[in-house]
């Protein structure tokens, strides 16, 4: 978050504090910038830490101010931890992590306003941070790893049962058998020993992917 947005959040909340994490190049620009706004007891630089789920665990929000995004690991994060999160509503992610007012906070892009209001709402409202904390770490689910296994292996199971697309000339699909996801997630998958079958299903659903992304 870029320091002269949150001079609008202190003069509203005295106590509030945004701590920056990270280190770069950069840094002595931001210092700069923080003395010249003369927030220095409210804006801290604190350089790398090797504890970032201890410091979300223990903050009050975190905050998502990107033009864009791929998809916002950090958002993930934040909601693993039981952070709830302010976010501008960009491409691409934060809108399908976060549910407004239910884990979380959206503003749109760049209104400054906005997200300060939002800070101050969340800052201000111990219950609403308390309701958005016990929800973010179930939301945070639908993006793990196995999340995501889960629903390729659904994927290529029913395009397997559709028939859809032969091997590709060259291509000798292995052989399939059906057996038990591990933990019990879904209601089947696709199995061969060396990954050969996902190998082949990444190659000839190339097409596929390529339409589903663009």
Avoid at 110 to 125: F, Q, S
Avoid at 195 to 211: N, T
Wanted: hydrophobic fraction near 40%; include cysteine; charged fraction near 25%.
């Amino acid at each position: 978050m870029r320091s002269g947005r949150f001079t609008r959040v202190p003069a509203r909340v005295p106590d509030a504090r945004l701590e920056i994490y990270g280190d770069g190049p950069e840094r002595g620009k931001y210092e700069r910038l923080i003395d010249r706004l003369g927030v220095r007891e409210s804006v801290r630089l604190m350089g790398w830490t090797p504890a970032p789920g201890a410091v979300l665990q223990r903050a009050a929000l975190s905050l998502l101010t990107s033009r864009g995004e791929g998809l916002g690991l950090a958002i993930i994060e934040s909601l693993g931890r039981g952070c709830s999160v302010v976010s501008y509503d960009i491409l691409y992610g934060p809108s399908e992590m976060i549910a407004d007012g239910v884990n979380g906070l959206l503003v749109p892009s760049g209104d400054i306003a906005g997200l300060a209001d939002a800070v101050v709402r969340l800052l201000t409202d111990r219950r609403m941070r308390e309701r958005f904390s016990d929800a973010a770490p179930q939301a945070a689910q639908g993006f793990t790893a196995q999340a995501y296994v889960a629903r390729w292996s659904a994927l290529y199971n029913r395009l397997d049962a559709e028939g859809w697309g032969a091997a590709p000339a060259g291509i000798t699909r292995p052989p399939l058998r059906r057996g038990a996801p591990a933990g019990g997630v879904g209601q089947g998958r696709l199995e061969e020993p060396g990954g050969a079958v996902l190998d082949w299903a990444l190659r000839s659903l190339e097409p596929f992917l390529l339409i589903a992304t663009a």
